[in-house]
T-cell receptor, first 113, second 114 residues
Framework: AQSVAQPEDQVNVAEGNPLTVKCTYS??????LFWYVQYPNRGLQFLLK??????LVKGSYGFEAEFNKSQTSFHLKKPSALVSDSALYFC???????????FGDGTTLTVKP | KAGVTQTPRYLIKTRGQQVTLSCSPI?????VSWYQQTPGQGLQFLFE???????NKGNFPGRFSGRQFSNSRSEMNVSTLELGDSALYLC?????????????FGSGTQLSVL
């Protein structure tokens, strides 16, 4: 069975500093990896995905993610954090059956001014 | 283009009752999936529908059921509600439910069971 782990419940960074939200995965076969963000009282919004190709994936709002096959990781990064980036972030892997996604437990990012 | 619409936004029910939640996907999207979000369990997959057929099902009891209509709108039903069913129920849609597609989520239905 596939799984996703987000080892940090909470990440705190100062505005303007780089941020990293960690994700590791376990799948059989090729991984199809996604990052989503959830703001309070809202559904999840897609940020970026890795399907194949370049290990560095660029997404919405200046976010990017680095796929590392040997470390089975897909960490979310941003060079300069904004207070408005404060939200709940989910890493997910798409099932080979396609209809199901398995999500990590989420990481709360807090960016302080 | 309108996004994924879930109704109602909030629901309060008592134990033993049943509830029906509705989801209208983005126009043209044929795959609809449902997730339960709780603080302790995170996001748990309930089921996925495509062209009115359930293709995938998560590990939830039979009290949780769903269906999809010919216009791709979907409903989820929970019978004999339990306190532990209190959660945010999220609906997501995609064009065809294939592996490289991103999901578009609704804002969810917050269900409170008293």
């Amino acid at each position: 069975a596939q799984s996703v782990a987000q080892p940090e419940d909470q990440v705190n960074v100062a505005e303007g500093n780089p941020l990293t939200v960690k994700c590791t995965y376990s799948v059989s076969g090729n991984p199809y990896l996604f990052w989503y963000v959830q703001y309070p009282n809202r559904g999840l919004q897609f940020l970026l995905k890795y399907i194949t190709g370049d290990n560095l994936v660029k997404g919405s709002y200046g976010f990017e993610a680095e796929f590392n096959k040997s470390q089975t990781s897909f960490h979310l990064k941003k060079p300069s954090a904004l207070v408005s980036d404060s939200a709940l972030y989910f890493c997910a892997v798409r099932d080979a059956n396609a209809g199901k996604s398995t999500f990590g437990d989420g990481t709360t990012l807090t960016v302080k001014p | 283009k309108a996004g994924v619409t879930q109704t109602p936004r909030y629901l309060i029910k008592t134990r033993g009752q049943q509830v029906t939640l509705s989801c209208s996907p983005i126009s043209g999207h044929r795959s609809v999936s449902w997730y339960q979000q709780t603080p302790g369990q995170g996001l748990q997959f309930l089921f996925e529908y495509f062209s009115e057929t359930q293709r995938n099902k998560g590990n939830f009891p039979g009290r949780f059921s769903g269906r999809q209509f010919s216009n791709s709108r979907s409903e989820m039903n929970v019978s004999t509600l339990e306190l532990g069913d209190s959660a945010l129920y999220l609906c997501a849609s995609s064009l065809a439910g294939v592996i490289n597609e991103k999901l578009f989520f609704g804002s969810g239905t917050q269900l409170s069971v008293l």
